[in-house]
């Protein structure tokens, strides 16, 4: 009886809640935790993925575009508990949501390809931080795609360079890259003409 409700409740979660998605959570950081040092803010953090059949496109071949997505958020998680940022955004009462991401798909990653996903924290302002990140095929280490992602802090009455002195006293901002300086400017412009419907 026992053995009965407890397939009951499995089925129930993974009917109601994609399970998948929090088990790959909770091991890519405890992972993190257990095997890998922490790191200084401008380091490069590295998670590892293969494109599986529940990755791939109607067509079978290779990976869907919205498992790019998804796999950065295990990225920035891991990210973010490897160098200390989320940790202290959430002494401090807050939390960080994903503002955008503009994608560059460069070559598509087929079907059982071991991958990796890298991610570096290339600007900040205000309220934002800035991420890029990198899918690259392992077989031949070539950058599939190239994504870069405006993560919005919320709930803080301290802008996010405070955050940054905390976590790493004297970093310095990066310069703005002129490829973020454009993709800002589009943003921009786009939240003013939806300001004027």
């Not at 790191?39 to 290779?62: A, E, M, N």
């Not at 990210?79 to 949501?97: H, M, N, P």
């Not at 077989?139 to 599939?144: A, C, G, K, L, T």
Request: hydrophobic share 40%; aromatic share 14%.
């Amino acid at each position: 009886m026992v053995c009965a409700c407890t397939w009951v409740i499995l089925a129930l979660l993974y009917i109601i809640f994609d399970v998948n998605y929090f088990l790959r959570i909770f091991f890519t950081i405890g992972w993190g935790r257990l095997f890998q040092k922490k790191k200084k803010i401008f380091d490069t953090t590295t998670i590892y993925g293969i494109c599986t059949t529940q990755d791939v496109d109607i067509f079978l071949k290779h990976m869907n575009n919205a498992r790019y997505l998804r796999e950065l958020d295990f990225a920035r998680f891991h990210f973010y508990d490897r160098t200390g940022i989320y940790a202290e955004v959430s002494k401090r009462g807050g939390g960080a949501v994903q503002g955008a991401s503009s994608t560059r798909y460069r070559r598509a990653l087929p079907i059982f390809t071991p991958y990796k996903v890298t991610t570096k924290l290339i600007y900040w302002e205000d309220k934002n931080f800035y991420l890029e990140h990198e899918f690259i095929s392992l077989s031949d280490n070539f950058i599939r795609a190239v994504v870069l992602s405006k993560q919005t802090v919320t709930n803080l009455k301290v802008p996010v360079s405070e955050i940054i002195e905390a976590v790493e006293p004297n970093a310095k901002r990066p310069e703005l890259s002129e490829e973020l300086k454009m993709w800002l400017n589009s943003m921009q412009l786009s939240s003013e003409k939806l300001k004027k419907q």
